[in-house]
């Protein structure tokens, strides 16, 4: 058997004791065939091969999301001006101001989650005077994780929202002395009010969702990402919004594995629409590209408990149980697997309660489910999952509000949030994901670091003992999350007969210094044995680029994830020259700026005083234009 693709003289890391010391693979159409040394691998090599030196680069296991908002995502990445890993708020408003001056009219400008005050260098949030002073035309949308959204007064106009406008419930309205909106909404409780209101703003046309969504997939796959468990999602519906990923992938366009699980989107009538999704979706089709996953993370509305740790705990309605019993038992009666959104203990013992039940009348026996989040789930509830066959997906949502958590809970109870050590010991499946976009960000790197180091994006220590060790963080978001849609058997690893999926990372993970983790991104991905995305040493490989639609675009400009943040000095192999902790956090990025275009390190060197964070240059964040 001969390769068609071949990668030699690299590190490679695979989770298979017999590939330790492997330096290259060998890849025929979409699987692994061959895993060893340069000469072993070099056998495989035929005149039609395509052969790539790696120059002693890492490569890993292609990274899995098992919690994503993937599909939602795609359609609206054109749309959405990041703020992931932007370092000072000073940045942040000045990107706001720049795509407020290019979005035409009737657009808005929104900022989705992704980010957390925390990282800015000023530790705060923008002001709604500061949002109206940059735009007081153009209609602005800023969502903050699932808290709150600051909206101008152009858009407060633009979705009518008056003295008279009454919030749905587990929403506020903010209103000042006069009775008028101020621009702030708020999750109290729940986040239905967020969605809402996003819900109200302009679309994409089909033609630039499509585009918007393949974007969004190179976007992905520069972290080195190769598949995705789509968790459906609020004002997302089956199958309306699944033509755009379909459509890709009937054209072998797809450069993300998909998986997608099917999210009920009408409160009182949740039975209905599994009821006709069990009717005509049959489980598990499609392909190894795109393919059904089952039901969730919403199975009833009364049993969503929103992760506001701002807010108090919600306490789930009554009527919870009887709800979720009714659903849950016809997907069990189905074979359906199923995943529920389940941030709290006390709501997780009440749901496997339901579960319980369901099993002794109708047994789940070996049915795959799914409890995402489990910020504060026991040990007790812990063993009651394993006892009924089911796994936890845990998300770094703790990286982007684990201050909130500890401020109203402290830092004991933080040091367990999520208490992913107790659920490995004893052996239940975990997968890693992001919950991205409306929450955390999608980079999984900043995942790894806040599972390995314990930090949260604002610099804030979680974790000491509960830590885990860096290989046990990446199989978390490689050969554990595949279990969550069942393809552990066929990907998740480097090793002969699974899926050819992979990413040649531009550090090495497992000997860089802890802060330098951030700044991970992959040279080359490659999905189904394809190169999908490639860059520096590797970009004569790069699949040709396609145009991004409409050309005022946020992505056009910003391409997702700040690009400051992921820089990185390769002749130091460190992205944390500066010498204090405090520098760390609040300069991201090292080497050039890619912001003002000016050498970091020589304004850092230089007379005018921005190493004092707390005066007016060093506020600012990245000062490098002080020099």
């Not at 969004?216 to 699944?242: V, W």
């Not at 072998?252 to 006709?276: S, V, W």
């Not at 390769?570 to 090292?590: F, R």
């Amino acid at each position: 058997m001969k390769a068609t693709l071949i990668l030699y003289n690299g590190k490679i890391h695979s989770f298979s004791k017999e590939n330790s010391n492997a330096t290259a693979v060998a890849i025929k159409d979409n699987q692994f065939i061959a895993v060893g040394s340069d000469a072993q691998i070099m056998a495989f090599t035929t005149t039609e091969t395509k052969v790539i030196n790696l120059e002693k680069k890492s490569v890993i296991p292609g990274i899995n999301d098992s919690h994503i908002h993937l599909i939602r995502g795609g359609l609206n990445f054109n749309l959405e001006l990041r703020w992931d890993g932007v370092p000072s708020l000073a940045d942040a408003l000045r990107m706001l101001k720049e795509q407020v001056d290019r979005t035409p009219s009737p657009q808005w400008v929104r900022v989705v989650g992704g980010w957390s005050e925390f990282q800015f260098a000023e530790k705060r949030m923008p002001t709604l005077d500061e949002i109206n002073a940059i735009a007081p035309d153009t209609p602005v949308f800023i969502l903050h994780l699932y808290d709150r959204a600051f909206m101008n007064r152009a858009a407060l106009k633009a979705v009518g929202y008056t003295k008279d406008s009454v919030a749905p419930a587990g929403g506020q309205i903010e209103r000042d002395s006069k009775g008028n909106p101020t621009g702030l909404i708020i999750a109290s409780p729940n986040a239905m009010i967020l969605y809402s209101t996003l819900a109200k703003g302009p679309k994409l046309s089909y033609e630039h969702q499509i585009n918007s969504t393949q974007h969004y997939m190179k976007e992905l796959n520069r972290f080195g990402i190769t598949s995705g468990i789509d968790a459906g999602g609020g004002f997302q519906n089956y199958p309306d919004d699944y033509k755009v990923v379909n459509e890709l992938n009937e054209k072998k366009l797809l450069t993300i594995r998909i998986a997608y699980n099917l999210f009920t989107q009408r409160p009182k009538q949740e039975f209905e629409d599994f009821n006709e999704w069990i009717d005509n979706v049959k489980l598990y089709q499609g392909d190894d590209m795109y393919r059904h996953n089952g039901a969730g993370e919403m199975l009833v509305f009364s049993a969503a408990d929103f992760e506001d740790f701002l807010q108090p705990r919600p306490d789930l309605p009554e009527n919870m149980e009887a709800e979720l019993e009714k659903v849950v038992r016809l997907l069990v009666a189905n074979k359906w697997p199923f995943r529920l959104h389940a941030t709290y203990n006390e709501s997780i013992s009440r749901f496997l309660n339901v579960f319980e039940k369901v099993n002794k009348e109708v047994p789940f026996d070996g049915l795959a489910w799914i409890f995402d989040h489990a910020e504060t789930i026991d040990e007790r509830n812990i063993e009651r999952v394993k006892a009924l066959g089911g796994g936890i997906a845990i998300q770094s949502r703790m990286a982007y509000q684990g201050e909130y958590f500890t401020e109203r809970y402290g830092a004991i109870a933080a040091e367990n949030t999520p208490p992913i050590k107790k659920m490995l010991e004893m052996e239940v499946p975990v997968g890693g994901g992001s919950d991205a976009t409306r929450v955390s960000s999608y980079n999984p790197w900043v995942s790894m670091y806040w599972l390995s180091v314990g930090k949260t994006v604002g610099g804030l220590q979680l974790y000491q003992d509960s830590r885990l060790d860096r290989k046990t963080a990446l199989e978390l978001y490689t050969r554990g999350s595949a279990w969550f849609s069942q393809e552990q058997h066929k990907k998740g690893d480097i090793k002969i007969g699974m899926l050819a999926d992979l990413a040649v990372l531009n550090q090495d993970y497992f000997s860089i210094d802890d802060e330098a983790i951030k700044s991970i991104e992959a040279e080359l991905t490659v999905v189904d044995g394809k190169i999908v995305y490639a860059t520096g040493d590797f970009s004569s490989f790069s699949p040709p680029s396609i145009p991004i639609l409409p050309d005022w675009s946020p992505t056009a400009i910003y391409n997702g994830y700040y690009h400051g943040a992921t820089s990185f000095d390769k002749n130091t192999q460190n992205s944390n020259a500066i010498t204090t902790d405090l520098a760390a956090q609040i300069h991201c990025c090292s080497g050039s700026c890619d912001v003002h275009q000016h050498n970091h390190n020589a304004a850092r060197m230089s007379a005018v005083p921005i190493n004092n964070y707390t005066a007016f240059w060093g506020a600012l964040g990245c000062s490098c234009f002080a020099s």
